[in-house]
């Protein structure tokens, strides 16, 4: 970081507190990136997908708790080449979400269409 940038450079100076202003603590404080700093909040959690499994276009896993957490009903969460991966996906996903959020009663639902098969989740 150069301090002597412009702090309207991402690359500028920023001043970073430990401990966030939202808790009412003051903290240490210290020079960081401008870019660094202004990201570190904007992180969102990520569960991932286990790389055993052959989904394609998997849902983001902690989206749709969020969204059945919400409000009840249907989202479609991965497409698979076959039955039988669905089947795994659907064994899985269940298994992790049930340590997850286990407040929330969900099911899985295989469709087949389009050549594959569709993985439902509902609550």
Do not use: Y
């Not at 992790?96 to 087949?112: H, Q």
């Amino acid at each position: 970081m150069d301090p002597e940038m412009s702090v309207n450079d991402s690359r500028g100076p920023s001043i970073d507190s430990i401990n966030t202003a939202k808790k009412g603590k003051g903290g240490p404080e210290r020079l960081a990136h401008r870019g660094c700093n202004t990201k570190k909040g904007a992180v969102r959690p990520v569960v991932p997908w286990s790389d055993e499994l052959f989904v394609v276009d998997p849902a983001p896993i902690i989206g749709v708790v969020e969204q059945l957490t919400r409000k009840p009903g249907r989202v479609a969460v991965a497409r698979c080449p076959t039955k039988d991966d669905a089947q795994q996906a659907s064994d899985w996903l269940l298994d992790r979400l049930a340590r997850l959020a286990p407040e929330l009663t969900l099911s899985a639902k295989i469709e087949p269409g389009g050549g594959g098969f569709l993985l439902v989740l509902s609550r």
